[in-house]
């Protein structure tokens, strides 16, 4: 008895800037994204797409991909993809593009993909801000008033 749905597995998830396919069908995928390293917040990004591949399952399939805030509970985008997989040895890739993300605060993302609902993956996505180091001959910046240094 063959069966008539499988859900799949999540070979593969990767933050990058971009995702682009050559003619014999393969990726190219640019810029794979560990931490984001910012000199100022709140800044926006044009575009950072998400790269999953699906493997193992049979049927057809939603998956839903969202990027959520520092507080665990705010999607700032998110995306579904409808796909399926006629046999378990079967793949799917589907990339996901969210565009004009605003990053406001630093602190620990996450992005998580789901299929029919189900969590597959949850991983985080740290936002570091890190000011630019001041350029010789710079002037250190001015304490605030009231504050005096020690």
């Known amino acids: 008895m063959r069966p008539s749905r499988i859900l799949p597995d999540l070979q593969a998830s990767l933050l990058c800037e971009d995702v682009r396919q050559e003619a014999t069908g393969n990726f190219i995928i640019i810029g794979v994204i560990g931490l984001i390293r910012l000199p100022k917040l709140p800044v926006t ?5 998400i790269f999953n591949r699906w493997t193992a399952g049979v049927g057809d399939f ?10 665990g509970s705010t999607a700032l985008r998110q995306s579904q993809i409808r796909f399926g997989l ?9 990339v996901s593009m969210l565009t004009q993300v605003e990053f406001a ?7 998580e993909v789901l299929v ?9 996505v740290p936002v ?6 001041p350029r010789p001959g710079t002037p250190p910046p001015e304490e605030p008033a009231g504050e005096q240094p020690e």
Not at 62 to 71: N, Y
Not at 105 to 111: D, K, L, P, Q
Not at 116 to 124: F, G, H, T
């Open 105 to 111: 605060t630093a602190g620990i993302y996450h992005v």
């Open 45 to 49: 990004a044009a575009r950072l797409c």
């Open 128 to 133: 570091i801000h890190q000011p630019p180091p």
């Open 86 to 94: 006629k046999e378990a040895t079967h793949h799917a890739i589907n």
């Open 116 to 124: 029919d609902d189900v969590m597959k993956l949850r991983y985080p």
């Open 62 to 71: 939603t998956e839903q991909v969202r990027l959520v805030a520092p507080d």
